[in-house]
């Protein structure tokens, strides 16, 4: 199954990808920022308790040396020395809780605040006590100084593994990076290939086949390629290239029609005034009026004719001009069949209209080219002869005129086509005169009238003709 893909799809696709894809690097970017945020985070707490952790020991290892000397000098500055490293030292060991970083760290931690206060307890009791010796204090010392290389050791190692793990995330972003920039441009290549088979191209086509379009060109195709706007596009384009082309050949073709309908009255118009020469006498009265009934007659054919062609070019510019006034349908109705009785000695014209007056507001002259048309097609078309009934009835807010004949009838595949400019039914163009503007013009007026005309027929039975016309609203209605 064939999917045919929309201007809008194909805009909503591009802008969603679009989106899609900055989505994934805004995602990516926020991710990996985080995560690099927070390994500095930590790192800079492992510097920071790596310092602290250097410090306590800087802060015991003073403190021990100015112990040592003070016993040896007795000097009191070694004192006052001493109490700045035991400041520090409670200080530092304030300062390295700030920054644990697991249970291990803690634990090493609170070992050597123990250690470092025994430490300095011991010290405390020696001096005040007045001994020397210091192996009780240096083993409490050395307890607190290996606590504190822990300390340093297990900082420094959070710090390779962060390290290592920023390595990584920073390689995880560069590959990221290169496949979304990959991507980017992949898409980019798609979105214009997108655009140039689905819009450029298609709209390429179309533009040279405007410009190859004139009157009496053929075979200007647009191929119906690319978006589904663009198919509708070349589809209507095509479409209407066909209808104009056969346009031309109906319009040929009724010049021809015309040429050869005229030849026929033309002839005998020709023929009529052959009898009267200057080089020979006067033809008898009584074949003289013949001759004149003959001229009249195709005079006037020729002359519906003519008005039929001023009418269709009035309507195809738009200057069919009405002149609307209420009337009574029924008179309009009587006097169309009584013009038409006696127009032929084969058929019988039958009226059948209600008993109590039908209002409808409507051009008479108009309605009336439209009702002796079709009563002109009803008598033409039964060449047999038989009965043409005309018959006028209501339904809700309309009045429906039927004309009705026993003729030759209409197939259905030609029931709509007699409705259009210069077309006739196949089957009797050859045989029964006529242009084929009759019916086109009389849909015309019907449907400026607002109404519709519309046609039931078999084949050999003959037709009826029907056409709507709207009701005057009567008064309380």
């Known amino acids: ?285 009584d074949k003289l009026r013949e001759r004149f009934v003959i001229v009249i007659r195709q005079v006037e054919r020729i002359e519906r004719m003519v008005e039929d062609l001023l009418d269709t070019a009035r309507i195809e510019a738009g200057k069919l001009e009405l002149r609307m006034e209420e009337h009574d349908l029924r008179g309009l109705l009587q006097e169309g069949i009584a013009l038409h009785e006696e127009t032929s000695s084969h058929h019988t014209l039958v009226l059948q209209v209600p008993e109590e007056p039908v209002l409808v507001r409507y051009d008479s002259t108009r309605i009336s080219q439209v009702l002796n048309n079709l009563v002109n097609n009803a008598i033409k078309y039964s060449p047999e002869g038989g009965q043409v009934r005309v018959a006028l009835s209501t339904e809700g807010d309309s009045a429906w005129v039927a004309v009705t004949d026993s003729g030759v009838g209409i197939p259905e595949s030609e029931r709509e086509s007699i409705f259009e400019p210069f077309r006739r039914s196949a089957a009797t163009r050859d045989t029964i005169p006529g242009v084929g503007l009759g019916l086109a013009v009389s849909r015309r007026i019907i449907e400026a009238h607002g109404g519709q005309i519309e046609v039931e027929s078999t084949p050999g039975a003959g037709s009826t003709f029907r056409f709507r016309l709207p009701l005057e609203p009567r008064p309380g209605t």
Do not use: C
């Open 1 to 285: 199954m064939r999917v045919t893909l929309s201007l809008r799809s194909l805009l909503t696709g591009v802008a969603g990808a679009i989106l899609l894809l900055a989505l994934a690097i805004s995602t990516a970017l926020v991710t990996i920022t985080k995560r690099m945020e927070r390994d500095s985070l930590q790192l800079g707490q492992t510097v920071e308790s790596v310092r602290a952790a250097e410090e306590i020991e800087i802060a015991l290892l003073l403190h021990s040396h100015e112990q040592q000397l003070l016993e040896l000098t007795g000097d009191a500055i070694h004192a006052t020395v001493m109490s700045d490293a035991e400041k520090n030292l409670q200080h530092w060991l304030t300062e390295a809780r700030k920054f644990i970083g697991s249970s291990e760290e803690a634990s090493i931690l609170q070992e050597l605040t123990r250690n470092s206060t025994e430490y300095l307890a011991i010290e405390q009791r020696l001096r005040s006590q007045g001994r020397t010796s210091i192996a009780e204090s240096l083993q409490s010392l050395d307890k607190a100084l290996d606590n504190s290389k822990r300390l340093v050791k297990i900082n420094i190692d959070d710090a390779r593994r962060v390290a290592e793990e920023t390595r990584q995330w920073d390689e995880l972003a560069n590959r990221l990076g290169l496949i979304l920039v990959t991507a980017l441009f992949l898409g980019l290549g798609v979105v214009l290939w997108s655009i140039r088979r689905y819009a450029y191209q298609p709209l390429l086509s179309i533009r040279d086949a405007l410009v190859d379009f004139r009157p009496g060109a053929r075979d200007i195709a647009v191929p119906e390629t690319g978006a589904l706007e663009l198919r509708e596009i070349a589809r209507e384009f095509n479409d209407m290239a066909r209808r104009l082309a056969h346009h031309r050949e109906v319009q040929l073709g009724f010049i021809a029609g015309v040429a050869h309908d005229l030849r026929n009255p033309l002839s005998a118009l020709k023929l009529s005034a052959a009898t009267v020469r200057q080089d020979r006498p006067l033809p008898p009265e």
